[in-house]
């Protein structure tokens, strides 16, 4: 008797639809994105609304900073626009997220370079495919002497792998490069250290 | 030198803003919005729209059917809508979510009532919370002789005070009142299976 009836999954479309389109998002399944879809039924009708226009408010206003390649809702972001920071330290880092974590360890005064990307032989991606054409151009153009270029991309192997090709193509220009220091996290114990990390920390000790 | 720089974390006003809605969603945090938030910017522009206006479509068209309060784009649910389906056979359920599970089983042919939660006094949610009254009024009404309620609360607490207060309520109209079998899960093994689980199975024990 159940055989013959027309099923469906007891959803309207409407909700499918949203189940669907939030279960896209990296990380979210289908229970999950059910899970949200019910949640956001039962919220105010404007909290809705807002999340929707912040969605459409962010494609259409971020953009790339065309100076630095970071995140902006205008052509020149507000770091590489501020007279106050020092346009002759460039930081080098994968992505915006990267720029940010240095952002909020608010130490660094200069400015940044984002590559979106690192170079990874075995995805496909080479120096063509992330913006170091664009740095080595920043270094050459306008006489702006670089004082420094910070690499600090992630201490992975792709990361590394970048962090080499930059130095041997900034050679040329004398500029000095230099890479984030490695060693022990802040709160870093040593008996739960990886080999790695250790081996970073002892080569690269400082005399107190 | 630092310290006087004017500091924002490095993002534009609207990628701040996703990152705040997005937050808002239950079990996100500010790190996975962040995520979510930078996957969305490096989507094709339609991917981003189509999601937003599932959200809006979602909040304008949903809404709850008036015979048994399950979700629906009509004034009637397809279930309801339905008179393939067993309208005398009603199964009670708590939430939405409950009458999906239920559908994806694919054995049941009857109708649903959607509770919209559970009797919990500890939370001040009461018999007059939720739909009580309104299938109690689906019982009286129009001499429809409803066969059989099933009540599919959950198997918790709150779940089994609410069956136990429906089984009551539901006595003076002469309505059989049956509860969801407990017992092991489909391939549930005896050695990890909890005591209540197995005391259920125990004492439910059918002859074969």
Redesign the interface.
């Known amino acids: ?2 055989e ?12 499918t ?2 189940v ?3 279960s ?4 979210i399944g289908e229970k ?1 994105a ?8 039962n919220r105010p ?1 404007d ?16 953009g790339l900073c065309g100076e630095c390649f ?4 205008a052509p020149r ?3 590489c626009a ?1 007279p ?2 020092e346009h002759d330290l460039i930081c080098v880092v994968e ?3 990267d ?2 974590a ?3 360890a ?4 200069g400015v940044y370079h984002v590559l979106h990307g690192a170079i990874a032989p075995l995805d496909g991606i080479g120096p063509d495919d992330i913006k170091i054409a664009e740095l080595i151009a920043r270094v050459q153009g306008d006489g702006a002497a670089v004082r420094e270029i910070i690499i600090a991309t992630n201490a992975t192997v792709e990361g590394e792998a970048t962090a080499l090709y930059l130095a041997r193509a900034l050679k040329p220009f004398g500029v000095k490069a230099t890479r984030l220091a490695r060693g022990l996290p802040a709160g870093g114990d040593l008996e739960y250290s990886d080999s790695a990390t250790l081996a970073s920390a002892i080569s690269g000790r400082r005399e107190l």
């Open positions: 008797m159940a013959n009836l027309k099923r469906n999954d007891g959803l309207p479309p409407a909700m639809r949203l669907k389109e939030l896209r998002l990296p990380g999950t059910s899970r949200l879809a019910f949640n956001l039924l009708r909290e809705v609304i807002a999340l929707a226009e912040a969605l459409l408010e962010m494609k259409e206003r971020v970071g995140l902006s809702d972001c507000p770091i501020d106050g920071r992505g915006p997220a720029l940010m240095i952002e909020r608010r130490t660094f005064a």
